[in-house]
């Protein structure tokens, strides 16, 4: 018997479009998030809103997580409102998380010992990305379990991976995070030698997106860079939590990685300069400070009401 019932626990920016996808497939979703007003919006679609997460999870095929960090899956999973009591033996969990992998591959042993399948799935794809069904779903966990669950992820994204047991997952995404943000770091750069040559922004933009040095990053968020428009795609806060895992990893890894270890610097001072809420890319704004690029200011309509 296929899945039919899904609980899905949060329903942020990610976990919205995804249960939505869900819902438009036909599966029957039960769905919580401690921010309420996220669920109402998915009611018109099918969704039945529960008051906790244990609810959601009571019952179901298959429980969904998409939740901010470890400490929340943790939580929800094992704290003392979390769904551990209403798991039952065979119940499938995914949890879409970015998580550290030693962490993630621990939680698969505990549950494997009382029959439960855990899986660690994270997504490849930012939010804007997620409501258009444009995205990655990497799995670590048993094959047979995987083949269970593919055919609800392909509702939801473009392609899912099988990247092998518990842990594996956690870990390539880390690996697919670190190519992003040092992806990033060199469009910025590129990027502010051009402005400061006095480059037209449009012309380098398209010759670097048609060419050798072409990206999704550059597609996707090259002209809002360019133009000083740092409105959150992935924001700043979750990229720099995200890199930590990585570097954390590495050190345990015994791998060095000086270029992350040096773009991590940059995005902590964009931190502390309270930037949190912009999208990553606002590191830019950093290198324009130090390369001397000062952007002119936009006159108000008002302003050039006067100068009529």
């Given at each position: 018997?296929?899945?039919?019932?899904?609980?899905?626990?949060?329903?942020?920016?990610?976990?919205?479009?995804?249960?939505?996808?869900?819902?438009?497939?036909?599966?029957?979703?039960?769905?919580?998030?401690?921010?309420?007003?996220?669920?109402?919006?998915?009611?018109?679609?099918?969704?039945?809103?529960?008051?906790?997460?244990?609810?959601?999870?009571?019952?179901?095929?298959?429980?969904?997580l998409s939740l901010p960090n470890w400490d929340i899956v943790r939580e929800v999973m094992e704290g003392k409102e979390g769904i551990s009591p209403v798991l039952r033996k065979g119940q499938i969990i995914v949890d879409t998380s970015t998580v550290p992998p030693l962490e993630t591959k621990a939680m698969g042993e505990?549950?494997?010992?009382?029959?439960?399948?855990?899986?660690?799935?994270?997504?490849?794809?930012?939010?804007?990305?997620?409501?258009?069904?444009?995205?990655?779903?990497?799995?670590?966990?048993?094959?047979?379990?995987?083949?269970?669950?593919?055919?609800?992820?392909?509702?939801?994204?473009?392609?899912?991976?099988?990247?092998?047991?518990?842990?594996?997952?956690?870990?390539?995404?880390?690996?697919?995070?670190?190519?992003?943000?040092?992806?990033?770091?060199?469009?910025?750069?590129?990027?502010?030698?051009?402005?400061?040559?006095?480059?037209?922004?449009?012309?380098?933009?398209?010759?670097?997106?048609?060419?050798?040095?072409?990206?999704?990053?550059?597609?996707?968020?090259?002209?809002?860079?360019?133009?000083?428009?740092?409105?959150?795609?992935?924001?700043?806060?979750?990229?720099?939590?995200?890199?930590?895992?990585?570097?954390?990893?590495?050190?345990?890894?015994?791998?060095?990685?000086?270029?992350?270890?040096?773009?991590?610097?940059?995005?902590?001072?964009?931190?502390?300069?309270?930037?949190?809420?912009?999208?990553?890319?606002?590191?830019?704004?950093?290198?324009?400070?130090?390369?001397?690029?000062?952007?002119?200011?936009?006159?108000?309509?008002?302003?050039?009401?006067?100068?009529?």
């Open positions: 018997m296929g899945i039919k019932s899904i609980g899905f626990i949060g329903l942020g920016a990610m976990g919205t479009p995804m249960a939505g996808f869900l819902l438009k497939a036909g599966y029957d979703v039960k769905g919580f998030d401690i921010v309420h007003k996220r669920m109402t919006h998915l009611v018109p679609l099918g969704l039945k809103p529960t008051k906790s997460a244990k609810e959601a999870a009571k019952g179901t095929d298959l429980i969904m505990r549950l494997a010992k009382k029959g439960i399948h855990w899986m660690d799935v994270p997504v490849s794809g930012a939010a804007n990305q997620a409501r258009v069904g444009n995205m990655v779903f990497m799995a670590g966990g048993k094959k047979s379990i995987y083949e269970k669950v593919k055919p609800v992820l392909d509702q939801v994204g473009k392609k899912t991976v099988y990247a092998g047991k518990n842990g594996d997952a956690a870990m390539l995404k880390l690996v697919v995070n670190q190519t992003l943000f040092l992806n990033q770091a060199a469009a910025i750069e590129g990027f502010t030698l051009g402005l400061k040559a006095g480059l037209d922004p449009e012309v380098m933009h398209t010759v670097l997106i048609s060419g050798a040095a072409g990206s999704d990053l550059l597609e996707a968020r090259g002209k809002d860079m360019l133009a000083g428009n740092f409105k959150p795609k992935g924001p700043l806060w979750i990229t720099l939590k995200d890199l930590d895992l990585a570097l954390e990893s590495a050190k345990k890894l015994g791998v060095v990685l000086p270029m992350a270890t040096l773009y991590k610097q940059l995005m902590l001072s964009a931190h502390l300069r309270g930037w949190d809420q912009n999208d990553a890319t606002v590191v830019m704004r950093i290198y324009e400070e130090l390369s001397g690029i000062k952007r002119e200011a936009k006159k108000s309509r008002s302003r050039k009401k006067e100068h009529k």
